[in-house]
């Protein structure tokens, strides 16, 4: 009995070390360095995705096709994949020198590089990327999860918590069960994820901490008024099957799937999921209806 109560509880030991093992240890300094230059870090981050947006466009607008290509893409893994889907829209093959890869994390992760940058605190991002990177992973909600432990301030975002049911099921129709699977990534589990953020006070994992789950839930098309004071922010749509990253109200996100000549594969818009032509995006068809979003305090 005792040697099989020992073997239980390795297992979920384990487990536990399992869940956190992306997840960096802060020293109090850092904390403090951090909370002291939040200002800077979050306007240096939301400067570049402004940047990165408009190079995205102007890029565009010249030559027809995306200077940022998804790295999730196998024909765009290599220089001949470049080349030939340049050669495929008859653009200048030239140009593969100048194209660079870009993720929904990704974009994120360059923009916060040059907020902790900006305030010589290059070394405590890199404690954050290096948890990232193990396995490849670069999961969004770890990401939340290193945001949180340097204080910044977690809300569950749902703007219609009526029509979790629906949206379950709509999730389930488009994108059916793969055999052998009883779950899959991109859907949302709204109606589970819901009732955890509001009962439990946890999105998806119980390290992933829910400070508020009343702000950002049931605004329908209408969005807050005071999310439009928040210099930067970092959301997760469907348990981090998407990050998305923005400022005063408006969402600038980035894909992994795109064909290169997308002027989508950087897109703009109000974080408004529910509005027409609001954000985070999918598709045309496909949204991303809830998740968690992270602030600086």
Known sequence: MFKSLLILSLILLSFSQIAWSQVATFTDEEVQVHRANIDEIAATAADCLDWVYQDHLEFFNKWGVSKYYGNRRSD?????????????????????????????IGLTLRCLREGFAAVG???????????????NNFFGTDLQKNLILLGWKSYYWNPAPWQNAD???????LNKLKEGKKWMPVWGGHAERYR??????????RGLTVDDA???????????????????FVGIAHAGYHVFSGRAGEVIEAHSMRDLNSINNLEYSEFNPL????????????RYRSGLIVTPQ
């Open 76 to 104: 765009y893994s290599t220089k001949a994949g470049l080349m030939a889907a340049l050669a495929f829209y008859k653009k200048p093959k030239e140009l593969v020198y100048e194209l660079e890869p870009i993720s929904c």
């Open 121 to 135: 605190t290059e070394a405590t991002f890199e404690k954050i990327n290096d948890e990232l990177k193990k396995g």
């Open 167 to 173: 949206w379950d099921e709509e999730d389930r129709t």
């Open 196 to 205: 955890q953020a509001t009962e439990k006070g946890f999105y998806y994992e």
């Open 214 to 232: 009343v702000s950002l839930v049931g605004f329908n098309e209408t969005q807050p008024a005071f999310f439009k004071g928040i210099p930067f």
């Open 275 to 286: 509005k027409t032509g609001g954000g985070p995006r999918w598709t045309p068809k496909e």
